[in-house]
T-cell receptor, first 116, second 113 residues
Framework: SQTIHQWPATLVQPVGSPLSLECTVEGTSNPNLYWYRQAAGRGLQLLFYSVGIGQISSEVPQNLSASRPQDRQFILSSKKLLLSDSGFYLC???????????????FGPGTRLTVL | TQLLEQSPQFLSIQEGENLTVYCNSSSVFSSLQWYRQEPGEGPVLLVTVVTGGEVKKLKRLTFQFGDARKDSSLHITAAQPGDTGLYLCAGDNRGSTLGRLYFGRGTQLTVWP
């Protein structure tokens, strides 16, 4: 069966410090990968998505970046955190889209980031 | 601009009551999904509706996809405290080759014993 891991689970960082959040998927190959941010238990804002190694698309301009160094590894980074970067970060994966298939996204447990 | 509008944003009810949550859009979706999220966890898929007018039941939960595939509703009968959570609808737009889902802002449901 497939599983998705995120770490760390919680993180408290000062403003201006760097960030690295990691997401790994097991039990599937060549998944689509996504990073979302959720503020205060509300809806999900898509930040980045990837359809393959080294292929990253950004949805929202910001001081965050993402990388996919391996097929099942997705990393969210920042060189200098802002207060507004605080939130709940969720990684998700889905199967590659094929004709006639409705995609389901499978979410990781999330990382709670607090920037002080 | 929010592609999917959910209402109400917050709902607080007593155990045993019925409720309906709505998910509306001006866009047509090839399918629509409902997720439930508990505090500190990632969302978990409840159901996917694909055909206009489709109705799916999951125990006390009834999901309906609008005939025009622009809206959906979630009805819970005899709500229980275990139903408490954030309910998110998400639309699948096949105009994109990615498999991108558009999420609503969610309805926070609290069921009191």
């Amino acid at each position: 069966s497939q599983t998705i891991h995120q770490w760390p689970a919680t993180l408290v960082q000062p403003v201006g410090s760097p960030l690295s959040l990691e997401c790994t998927v097991e039990g599937t190959s060549n998944p689509n990968l996504y990073w979302y941010r959720q503020a205060a238990g509300r809806g999900l804002q898509l930040l980045f998505y990837s359809v393959g190694i080294g292929q990253i698309s950004s949805e929202v301009p910001q001081n965050l970046s993402a990388s996919r160094p391996q097929d099942r590894q997705f990393i969210l980074s920042s060189k200098k955190l802002l207060l507004s970067d605080s939130g709940f970060y969720l990684c998700a994966w889905s199967h590659i889209r094929t004709s006639g298939v409705t995609d389901t996204q499978y979410f990781g447990p999330g990382t709670r980031l607090t920037v002080l | 601009t929010q592609l999917l509008e959910q209402s109400p944003q917050f709902l607080s009810i007593q155990e045993g009551e019925n409720l309906t949550v709505y998910c509306n859009s001006s866009s047509v979706f090839s399918s629509l999904q409902w997720y439930r999220q508990e505090p500190g966890e990632g969302p978990v898929l409840l159901v996917t509706v694909v055909t206009g007018g489709e109705v799916k039941k999951l125990k006390r939960l009834t999901f309906q996809f609008g005939d025009a595939r622009k809206d959906s509703s979630l009805h819970i009968t005899a709500a229980q405290p275990g139903d408490t959570g954030l309910y998110l609808c998400a639309g699948d737009n096949r105009g994109s080759t990615l498999g991108r889902l558009y999420f609503g802002r969610g309805t926070q449901l609290t069921v009191w014993p």
